[in-house]
């Protein structure tokens, strides 16, 4: 049986590696402004039922590395029992060697179970899940006691305009969680009017959520307005948009009136026409965020979907997305642009899915910084297929090159399993790594304290007062 090598000092390289991540990094809480845990696990405080439940399930990154391995779909998103998925996950742990998810599981195993003394393979299996399911029956383990035990602070869970916020009405309204939970406002839906009917099914609901008859472009407004209230009444600070590209077609109210009657009469409008509502509807997102002062981030370049024999299969979001080709650069400065002309550029987060445009987009995030908020133009971590130690490294060498380091607001988990918390642990001895090898370089000033008080910034200082949550 071979020893975990997740050890204390695990990534931590340098004499000042480890005083920066020991000192100033481990001991801080976490703000997690983007997720996709559900926030009625978290209302619900749900115990899960074993490994496989909380670890397995929804989490399309293991999902891929099993097809990879040759894992039948039965045991992947099929009805195989949960312990025959775990055995299978066990069998393909191993060849996952310099994959990041070698990485996570063990560190997920050490942190959240006490797991140390032993990597996961097929002779480790039984043990582990036995282990492991020991303790998820207990107290400690539930949604909420996994959030305290990984001193999360805030989370931002990922909302429709048409969700009608139960579940986070009820965690407002209790005392001693020990933890914040807002909604974020993700109006991805309400663009999407590409197929007549299943738009006019979105409008429905939201007519419903909003409690407003919408009949035409300026009612779907209203309605969309009020939600973009009762999400801030709840805390809300932040918005998400999952997007090919920015949109910024030229239009005029009339024809975006025009496309929404055709689409809502069921007719398919001119593709040029739908670019046009999505350009409008876009604009009038942005500005409602400037509006309350919040935070909008803008999620680049994932092309969807492209496996139409497993999407009709199994559906979205199961491992069959992947890195686009989108280009976005001269749109991505005419939105910002528009907005800052007008002075309504609200606090921005840019993520992109491509490397190739990382560089592009950092550098974009630095024409719009205004001189009177820090750090107001964000470049977002490492997103995706780029959040692994390469892309991580990367996104901090670009933040360092083009922009300011000191003023980054850290990273997210953007995970839907309450087990990945670890990766802030992973991003912040990688981060401790890299400027403790600078400083034994003599690239940086080998001053524990000047250094660490970036690190305290970077992991969790910035993001606490740039998104300004409620207390």
Request: net charge negative.
């Amino acid at each position: 049986m071979s020893p975990s090598f997740i050890h204390p000092d695990f990534l931590l390289e340098t004499k000042q590696a480890k005083d920066l991540y020991h000192s100033f990094a481990e001991p801080l809480p976490i703000i997690d402004y983007h997720c996709h845990l559900l926030p009625a696990d978290i209302a619900a405080d749900r115990r899960f039922e074993n490994l496989t439940q909380i670890w397995l399930a929804g989490d399309h990154y293991k999902w891929r590395a099993m097809r990879a391995c040759g894992i039948d779909e039965r045991f992947i998103t099929g009805g195989a029992p949960d312990r025959e998925k775990f055995e299978k996950w066990a069998e393909v742990v191993p060849q996952t060697l310099r994959n990041p998810l070698y990485h996570w599981t063990h560190l997920e195993l050490a942190r959240i179970f006490g797991i140390e003394d032993r990597l996961l393979n097929p002779e480790t299996a039984d043990g582990i899940w036995d282990e492991a399911n020991e303790k998820l029956a207990t107290l400690g383990f539930t949604a909420r006691g996994l959030l305290r035990r990984m001193k999360v602070e805030v989370v931002c869970t990922t909302d429709d305009p048409a969700d009608d916020l139960q579940h986070h009405k009820k965690l407002k309204k209790e005392k001693g969680l020990g933890f914040k939970v807002f909604p974020a406002f993700r109006p991805d839906k309400a663009l999407a009017a590409e197929d007549p009917a299943r738009f006019h099914a979105y409008v429905a609901r939201l007519s419903e959520a909003a409690d407003t008859d919408i009949a035409s472009y300026a009612d779907l407004l209203t309605a969309l307005r009020k939600r973009h209230d009762a999400f801030h009444k709840m805390g809300c600070r932040v918005s998400d948009h999952g997007l090919e590209t920015m949109y910024v077609e030229d239009y005029t109210d009339a024809e975006v009136k025009r496309f929404f009657d055709k689409v809502m009469s069921g007719k398919t409008a001119a593709p040029h026409s739908l670019l046009q509502f999505k350009s409008a509807l876009l604009f009038e997102f942005a500005v409602m965020d400037w509006e309350k002062g919040w935070v909008q981030q803008f999620h680049l370049g994932a092309l969807r979907n492209t496996n139409s024999r497993m999407l009709n299969a199994v559906g979205p979001d199961s491992g069959f997305d992947s890195i686009g080709d989108f280009e976005f650069g001269r749109p991505l400065a005419r939105f910002l642009d528009k907005l800052d002309a007008g002075g309504k550029l609200a606090k921005t987060i840019l993520y992109n899915l491509n490397p190739r445009d990382s560089e592009m987009v950092a550098a974009m995030a630095g024409n719009f910084q205004d001189g009177a908020t820090p750090g107001k133009m964000q470049y977002g971590p490492a997103w995706w297929f780029l959040d692994q130690l390469d892309g991580m490294t990367r996104q901090i060498e670009i933040v360092s090159n083009l922009g300011l380091l000191s003023r980054f607001v850290g990273m997210t988990t953007d995970s839907r399993s309450f087990l990945s918390y670890p990766r802030h642990e992973y991003f912040r001895r990688l981060l401790c790594g890299i400027l403790g090898a600078d400083m034994e370089r003599g690239r940086l000033p080998d001053d524990k304290e000047l250094v660490g008080g970036m690190v305290k910034d970077i992991c969790y200082r910035n993001a606490k007062e740039y998104f300004s949550f409620p207390d």
